[in-house]
């Protein structure tokens, strides 16, 4: 073998680093979305696209399309041919959905993915799919680790001028979790948060360089699992939809291809949702949401801070409130007051703070294939949204006059047991 | 406070190879800092057991007492006698803790864990009891306290191995490698500490358990619900995890030795392309080497000759045959007493013997040998193995009985 002195040994090592050094920290864009990308991603769900910030920022300042975030959660996986992306591509509509949220997005994973794009949000419109199953008694936030990135609270931290009562809730929020716990330098950063002290400019100094890093590595892979929705999804629904785009149309072929789908059980659910997820489980089902209660949870007030979030960018907001099966609840024995209970509660949240564009489905549960299977809008019940969306988003941005009340952060708040009384006297 | 989880993500890299650094360079220069060795190794253990791990920190100082007392006493009493009763109650006593320790999951005794265990109980006590038994043989006369706290708390390979031996690592500790050998070293090193990182950060870390793992376990879970405990998910579940368990332990021991080597030791390698092997016994020849070579010559060899001494059995075929469901009974035990690792023992101890059976029918018949059938024994071993780590991964116990 060849005598090796140290720089044939940690030459390449060194040089390895250097090179590794300069991907990262080059000032200059690496990569090239492009607008078939942005179409892929805005039906993609990746996980990625949600957590980071390159794809978002490019979508939401494509000039050549106007791409509205519409946040939700697993409905909005459900691409069905009346699902909004499909009905917005085929009629040309003057906007097109960026889908923000799957199965297990919540008020605050949404909060902290709004983090990473002003653009998207500040004096622009937005559609926001509220679920009541998020408002459980016990914060379940089991997903919370999927849909989180340092990305997120970097640029939570960085945008941060004045310590606001959602500041101390999130950072507190943010606490509780173990990504943040464990991370020596986020822990430090967001307890200070927490305490009221502001960042000092050593701290903001390392948030930058985080924040280089962290935005590098996201536009090197974010765009690594892109799916084939759109082709494989909305391309062929495209082709089903009606030429004309008038309500009355859509209606009775959502309802047809409602009939279609829903054959093989009583309760209007999608054949392939009965048969996997419940025909075998049927028995055990019967009354098993008897105990369920959206009134009393901590998600009300990271419902709170989005609410926060889009006063702060001025963001011209409609929000969905997602009815449920009502044939399948009526089977699940889910109480209804408790239900539209929990539903008043939300939208007293919202509409006492000036947030008035709200589409409340609440009642529409028991519509004729209004749901595509046990919770979630499926044929009728989207071109029931469309007539909402629709609308508003093509009238396009209107300037907006919301009045944050910070004591919907409270646990006060979060465990008053909603009646007509106290709500109408909460302040 | 600072807390260093050994490899654990790349700030430790980092740190430790900065602190191994003026070692590094007096090794250069021939000259070994002992002293500064021994600061390194202990502050990187403190940084281990410190904050929230304090009852380890205690855990391994009482430990160390503990071990330091019975090896010191039996040296002293080895050189006046030797009676069998004393070393048997010495080596029970030095096993003591970990058994304590791996009791103390099936029977929730929190309590116990707290106050014993800690990371790297099971390879510190590999170290001591090799000690008494080589004490027992002859082999180890002295007692040399300042060296006995380096060969135990030889800081890279604490936490998991690789299992290294008293007095090959005296003989590398107490002298200095020459300029060459040690530049060889330092190139092994690097390439291990790159290797290690590719298996452990990339393919296991990454590909395996954030990306294969969860998809094809839940997936398992949900087929297994509707088809009674068996799917056919479980076959992309086995393959993966075991390769994973390769990929993550492989890439630990990689990084184990280079950073040893890095102190001028040569730790033994823990793993040789266990996957090529062409039977099952060879298997354990390239895998987890340094365990199974202190199982083999600590458990079974001792075991088949006190069988032999004794003459309790005469033929060596059933000898050989106890000794290997024995010895791989208790590599399982000592895995944990869970009921699949006590099967993954089982498991591979009648494998052996299903091996030697072959291999004794193959000596005596023409049984074809040739590139074709040796491909064959590669794959067949592969897949028993396969079938093995999924018993040990625990995760039929998670699916069947959870």
């Known amino acids: 073998m060849k005598k090796r002195g140290l720089w044939w040994i940690f030459g390449p090592v060194i040089i390895a680093f250097v090179l590794i050094g300069a991907l990262f920290l080059a000032p200059f864009s690496l990569n090239h979305i492009t607008q078939n990308d942005i179409r892929e991603a805005s039906v993609s769900f990746s996980k990625n696209v949600f957590k980071g910030e390159a794809i978002k920022t490019a979508a939401f300042n494509d000039k050549s399309k106007r791409y509205v975030p519409f946040f939700g959660s697993s409905e909005l996986l459900r691409l069905d041919t009346m699902h909004p992306s499909m009905l917005a591509e085929k009629y040309h509509r003057n906007y097109q959905p960026f889908l923000l949220g799957q199965a297990g997005t919540e008020a605050l994973t949404h909060y902290l993915s709004m983090q990473e794009m002003p653009n998207g949000l500040h004096k622009k419109q937005a559609v926001f799919i509220i679920s009541q199953q998020w408002f459980t008694k016990k914060n379940s936030k089991v997903s919370f680790s999927e849909f989180y990135s340092p990305l997120q609270t970097a640029n939570w931290l960085q945008r941060i001028d004045r310590i606001t009562p959602t500041d101390r809730f999130i950072a507190d929020r943010l606490l509780r979790e173990k990504q943040v716990k464990n991370n020596a330098v986020y822990n430090r950063l967001v307890t200070k948060i927490s305490n009221n002290q502001p960042l000092s400019n050593a701290d903001k100094n390392i948030l930058s360089v985080r924040h280089r890093m962290l935005l590098r590595e996201d536009q090197l892979f974010s765009n690594f699992s892109a799916s084939n929705n759109w082709k494989n999804r909305v391309k062929p629904a495209i082709g089903r939809l009606p030429d004309k785009d008038d309500a009355a149309t859509l209606l009775s072929e959502a309802t047809k291809l409602g009939e279609q789908e829903t054959t093989n059980n009583n309760f209007q659910i999608k054949n392939s949702f009965y048969k996997y997820r419940i025909k075998l489980n049927l028995k055990r089902l019967k009354n098993s949401q008897r105990n369920f209660d959206y009134r009393e949870s901590e998600e009300y007030s990271d419902l709170q801070a989005v609410l926060a979030e889009f006063a702060k960018q001025h963001t011209d907001v409609l929000f969905i409130i997602q009815p449920v099966n009502q044939r399948w609840t009526d089977y699940t024995g889910l109480r209804k007051e408790m239900y539209y209970q929990s539903v008043d509660k939300v939208k007293k949240q919202l509409t006492s703070q000036g947030f008035n564009n709200i589409a409340d489905f609440s009642r529409d549960g028991g519509q004729n294939y209004f749901m595509q299977d046990t919770i979630h809008l499926g044929w009728n019940g989207w071109v029931a949204a469309d007539q909402k969306i629709n609308p508003f988003l093509t009238k396009g941005y209107q300037p907006v006059n919301y009045h944050i009340n910070n004591n919907y952060l409270s646990t006060r708040w979060q465990n008053l047991s909603p009646t007509p009384e106290n709500l109408k006297s909460f302040k | ?402």
């Open chain 2, 1 to 402: 406070m600072l807390n260093l989880q050994p490899y654990a993500d790349p700030k430790y890299f980092v740190i430790l190879l900065l602190a191994l650094a003026p070692l590094a360079i007096g090794l250069y220069f021939g000259k070994r800092f002992a002293w500064y060795e021994v600061i390194v190794s202990f502050a990187f253990i403190f940084l281990m057991f410190n904050g929230k791990k304090y009852h380890e920190g205690y855990a391994i100082i009482g430990f160390m007492i503990w071990q330091w007392l019975l090896v010191w006493g039996y040296t002293l009493y080895r050189k006046k006698a030797n009676n069998t009763v004393v070393f048997y109650v010495v080596t029970l006593l030095a096993i003591l803790p970990l058994f304590l320790v791996k009791l103390s999951a099936p029977t929730h005794w929190t309590h116990v864990a707290t106050l014993l265990g800690f990371l790297g109980i099971s390879y510190l006590t590999f170290r001591s009891v090799g000690m008494i038994l080589e004490t027992r043989d002859g082999s180890i006369k002295e007692f040399n306290p300042w060296l006995f706290l380096r060969f135990m708390l030889f800081m890279p390979t604490i936490s998991s191995g690789p299992i290294d031996r008293y007095r090959r690592f005296i003989a590398d500790v107490t002298s200095v490698p020459d300029r060459d050998k040690y530049l060889k070293m330092l190139e092994k090193a690097v390439w291990y500490f790159f290797l290690g990182f590719l298996y452990n950060f990339v393919i296991s870390a990454y590909f395996f358990q954030s990306f294969v793992l969860p998809q094809v376990k839940s997936l398992a879970i949900e087929s297994a619900s509707v088809h009674g405990g068996l799917t056919w998910w479980l076959v992309p579940v086995m393959y993966a995890s075991g390769l994973n368990l390769f990929f993550n332990f492989a890439g630990y021991s990689l990084f184990a030795v280079a950073t040893s080597y890095v102190m001028g030791i040569e730790v033994p390698m823990n793993f040789n392309k266990p996957f090529l092997s062409k039977n099952l016994k060879e298997f354990w020849n390239r895998w987890h080497m340094t365990l199974s070579f202190w199982f083999r010559d600590y458990i079974f060899m001792r075991f088949v000759f006190l069988i032999m001494k004794k003459k309790w059995i005469k033929s060596r075929v059933t000898t050989s045959n106890l000794a290997y469901i024995f010895n791989m009974l208790v590599m399982g035990f000592w895995h944990g007493l869970h009921w699949y690792y006590i099967v993954y023992g089982l498991f591979h101890g009648v494998g052996l013997v299903i091996n030697d059976a072959w291999l004794r029918y193959k000596k005596k018949h023409n049984v074809p040998h040739n590139k074709f059938t040796e491909a064959l024994a590669i794959f067949i071993t592969f897949n028993v193995v396969m079938v093995s780590f999924l018993i040990f991964d625990g995760f039929l116990d998670k699916l069947w009985f959870k």
